[in-house]
């Protein structure tokens, strides 16, 4: 038997993917039948077994799975692809394909490739930011792609 279902006409996009607000079919744990939850991409992304739920504006998309007893709440944002990364100048995102760092969005390639004076025209103290920057956020594209091609 289900324990949730997605709802069709509550949804919305995020990074080009469209995430479904979730309702519970039965009452669970704290849970009550009726009840609305947050936002998932699948119906792979949260286990319709045990008591896990995602709540509130909380969102679980990619490859990422909500199983057991687990609880995702809050403004959580739950995914192996993209990755997000905050509280720096600019936000990070990464995807399998390309890496947006504030409203620039480019492919891993064209990051790996930028010249010293490509970053610097971006925005005014881009290229200190990037030279601070630059190894991590390369290093979770590879890792990134990496989780593609496994899969």
Same mark, same amino acid.
């Given at each position: 038997?289900?324990?949730?279902?997605?709802?069709?006409d509550?949804?919305?996009?995020?990074f080009?993917?469209?995430?479904?607000?979730?309702?519970?079919?039965?009452s669970?744990?704290? +849970?009550?039948? =009726?009840?609305?939850?947050?936002?998932? /991409?699948?119906e792979d992304?949260? @286990?319709? &077994?045990?008591?896990?739920w995602?709540?509130?504006?909380?969102?679980?998309?990619?490859?990422?799975?909500?199983?057991?007893?687990?609880?995702?709440?809050?403004?959580?944002?739950?995914?192996?692809?993209p990755?997000?990364?905050?509280?720096?100048r600019?936000?990070?995102?990464?995807?399998?394909?390309? +890496?947006?760092? =504030?409203?620039?969005?480019h492919?891993? /390639?064209?990051?790996?490739?930028f @010249?010293? &004076?490509?970053?610097?025209?971006?925005?005014?103290?881009?290229?200190?930011?990037?030279?601070?920057?630059?190894?991590?956020?390369?290093?979770?594209a590879?890792?990134?792609?990496?989780?593609?091609?496994?899969?």
């Amino acid at each position: 038997m289900k324990k949730y279902e997605l709802m069709a006409d509550k949804s919305v996009e995020v990074f080009g993917v469209k995430l479904f607000k979730i309702r519970a079919l039965i009452s669970f744990g704290t +849970i009550m039948a =009726g009840q609305e939850g947050g936002y998932v /991409e699948t119906e792979d992304n949260l @286990s319709q &077994e045990g008591e896990a739920w995602v709540f509130g504006e909380a969102w679980v998309f990619g490859s990422a799975w909500v199983f057991g007893e687990a609880r995702v709440s809050g403004e959580a944002r739950v995914s192996l692809s993209p990755f997000f990364l905050s509280g720096s100048r600019w936000n990070v995102t990464v995807t399998p394909q390309n +890496i947006a760092i =504030g409203y620039q969005c480019h492919t891993h /390639e064209a990051w790996e490739k930028f @010249s010293d &004076e490509e970053i610097s025209n971006m925005a005014a103290g881009a290229l200190d930011w990037w030279n601070e920057w630059r190894g991590l956020i390369l290093s979770l594209a590879i890792k990134q792609r990496s989780l593609i091609t496994r899969g």
